[in-house]
């Protein structure tokens, strides 16, 4: 584990609390904020102090993983690099979404596994805190015990419901060259990948009593669960009614709006924002912004989007910078009920990201009281200061 950093008063920089921004001390001792008048002062004048950013959904790290379709990486290393990726940009708590999929490869559910005890072993060396988020196709009716028994073995926490099957056949008609990369990327041909969505689709009558039985476990094990890409208000409510209460990335405006009608939290994409648009064709997420009805971004497949969409937001004159970080910080820990982060307030784990105001730079980020990046101008002063003090001591 990285050493907890000595006791630091960070001075001078503009912070964001919960009542909005402030010039005043930012103190962290033994990994929380909290008041420790001898601490070593770093002035961060010039910077803006933020929350560290909580991503609950990125797959970004399979390109880690399978940089190319044929061409794995160990599981470890994909996690290092994914992690340095992660405080590099801001992020602190970072959920890898992880499919558990019919389409086999690097989705299925053999390789969740591997990836889920490979993040409980990599744990105790990282810089952010790295969690799985099982993304669980709803046709995969054989797996769902074993899906269950990964669940509360591995200690996940936070899980979605796909559904992919018509995406599917309706790419099989329409795009057959998308469906051939989609089919390469699972290691497949084309035809294999088509028999995988014929076989899964067959079960479609039995999904109803597999979700009810994942949903039941999963309250019994106190494990938050969602669902992803709804498409109309009507598959949003399906998903209500079982407990699945997060819409993440809801593809239209009525879904959207049903899911918050019905006081459900909306998560959408950070690189949606980022571009102007989904790249899949869905509704815009500054859309969903503007009109109030999103609770969260996540990084989807671009780590680096997410402070991106923050500026985006500001820039465009959509939210001002407390609200807009605060759909990468406070809103995903009120989503997933994450009460000891998403603020800089005592008592809470001190995750903190340094923004150099005239640069907009990322440049240190502290996850639970541990230096997880440091770079720019904020290292000189860091190190100068800590140095001289360690040094005097």
């Known amino acids: 584990m990285v050493d907890l ?3 630091l008063r960070f001075l001078g920089a503009d ?8 010039v005043g001390p930012v103190d962290v001792l033994n990994g929380q904020f909290a008041a420790c008048p001898n601490a070593i002062e770093v002035d961060l004048s010039g910077y803006w102090l933020l929350p560290g950013i909580i991503d609950l959904h990125g797959d970004g790290f399979e390109r880690q ?8 990486f160990p599981i470890r290393d994909a996690l290092a690099a994914t992690d340095r990726e992660a405080a590099a ?3 602190t708590t970072a959920y890898l979404a992880q499919s558990w999929s019919w389409e086999g490869g690097m989705r299925s559910p053999d390789q969740a596994e591997r990836v889920m005890q490979a993040v409980l072993d990599w744990r105790q060396h990282a810089l952010t805190d790295l969690r799985v988020q099982i993304r669980a196709e709803t046709h995969l009716i054989d797996s769902v015990p074993r899906l269950i028994a990964a669940v509360e073995r591995f200690r996940i926490d936070y899980v979605v419901f796909n559904d992919h099957i018509e995406e599917g056949l309706t790419m099989q008609r329409r795009n057959p060259d998308g469906f051939a990369n989609w089919a390469r990327k699972a290691g497949l041909m084309p035809q294999e990948l088509s028999d995988r969505i014929d076989a899964a689709w067959a079960r479609t009558k ?8 994942m949903a039941e476990a999963f309250d019994r094990m106190g494990v938050t669960y969602g669902s992803h890409d709804d498409r109309d208000a009507e598959t949003r409510e399906v998903y209500r009614i079982i407990g699945a209460r997060i819409a993440e990335f809801p593809t239209t405006r009525r879904a959207a709006a049903a899911a918050k009608a019905g006081g459900d939290p909306v998560l959408m994409g950070a690189p949606n924002v980022v571009r102007g648009g989904s ?7 500054v859309e969903i912004v503007r009109a109030g009805k999103c609770d969260g971004l996540v990084s989807d497949y671009h780590i680096p989007a997410l402070a991106l969409a ?13 609200r807009a970080w605060g759909l990468v910080s406070s809103g995903p820990a009120r989503v997933l009920g994450m009460l000891d982060r998403g603020e ?22 502290i996850a639970g009281g541990r230096l997880a990046h440091l770079s720019g101008p904020a290292a000189a002063r860091f190190c100068g200061r800590v140095e001289t003090r360690m040094a005097a001591e």
């Open 206 to 213: 039995e999904v109803p009593r597999a979700l009810l039985e």
């Open 310 to 322: 923050v500026w985006k937001l500001v820039d465009e004159g959509v939210l001002p910078l407390d």
């Open 15 to 22: 912070v964001l609390t919960a009542d909005g921004f402030t």
């Open 65 to 72: 993983l399978f940089p190319r379709p044929s061409a794995p």
């Open 279 to 285: 790249q899949a064709g869905n509704v815009s997420a």
């Open 89 to 91: 940009h801001g992020v």
């Open 344 to 365: 800089i307030a005592p008592g809470l784990r001190a995750d903190l990201v340094a923004v150099n105001k005239a640069t907009r730079a990322v440049e240190m980020t």
């Open 5 to 7: 950093l000595p006791s």
